[in-house]
Each structure stands twice: as C-alpha cells, then as structure tokens.
C-alpha cells in the first residue's frame, strides 16, 4: 500500500512542491511548526532513515543543504532546524523548519491546518534554488 507522501508524489494528493528531481521531491508540510515548514523526502518509499542507500541519503542531504540555503534567505530565522523522525509517515522525510530556538521544534505546536494559500506563498523559496 502507498504511503500518504507516494499519494502526494504522484499526484494523487494535492502538495505544494518545492524542488523535484529523479530521486528527491519537497513539499511544504500541511502541519507546519513554522512558516516555510518543508518535507524533503525520496521517491522511492523507505520506511527509515538507516535504511536509504548511501547514495539516496547523499542526495535527500544534498537537497536538504540547498534548500536550507533558500530557507533562511526566504524566512527570517535564526537557524534552520533538521529533524528525522520517522513517527508521523513510515515513508522517509527530513523536516527542515525556520527557527528561532529549540523551542520551534516542538511539534506538539504545529499548525492543524493551513490553507494552501498560506502554503503557495511560502513557496516563493522556488525562486531561490
């Protein structure tokens, strides 16, 4: 069975996408800690992080490098905050969150629901890659 991102992957859900190549997509999360809240997640479905090829977890890094750049120069944030973990979808996702403190990484906080044109411009970062 799909996981909910392979949906979103291939379009069978709506996803407001960021970057997309042969192995590596990103989307804004729906349930953001943050504004600018983006999922990189592989392609191919793999359930834990320990379990990407070397060169899968090369590249989903690589990906999370770039479009952390576009992040803090999109959003105002003291950092870009990287979490792997793997509880909420068994399918691979790097959170990257502009941050001010630890505490923005609580995600007991995130948003419930955000409309998608809340999400649409915040991914005015595409212009940055």
């Given amino acids: 069975m799909s996981t909910i991102f392979?949906?979103?992957?291939?379009g069978e859900l709506p996803g407001v996408f960021v970057y997309r190549d042969d192995h590596v997509v990103a989307f804004l999360s729906i349930n953001p800690l943050a504004d600018g809240h983006v999922l990189v997640v592989p392609i191919a479905e793999v359930d834990h992080w320990i379990d990407m090829t070397p060169d899968l977890s090369?590249?989903?890094?690589?990906?999370?490098h770039?479009?952390?750049i576009a992040l803090?120069?999109?959003f105002?944030?003291?950092r870009i905050g990287v979490v792997i973990a793997g509880?909420?979808?068994?399918?691979v996702h790097v959170h990257l969150v502009p941050t001010q403190s630890m505490n923005d990484l609580n995600f007991s906080?995130?948003?419930?629901?955000v409309g998608s044109d809340?999400?649409?411009?915040?991914?005015?970062?595409?212009?940055l890659q």
């Fill in 87 to 91: 509880f909420e979808v068994n399918h």
């Fill in 109 to 113: 906080n995130a948003a419930k629901s």
């Fill in 58 to 64: 090369q590249r989903v890094f690589e990906v999370s």
């Fill in 76 to 78: 105002p944030c003291e």
């Fill in 118 to 127: 809340t999400l649409i411009k915040n991914a005015r970062l595409k212009r």
């Fill in 6 to 10: 392979t949906k979103i992957i291939n």
């Fill in 66 to 68: 770039k479009l952390s």
């Fill in 72 to 74: 803090s120069k999109a």
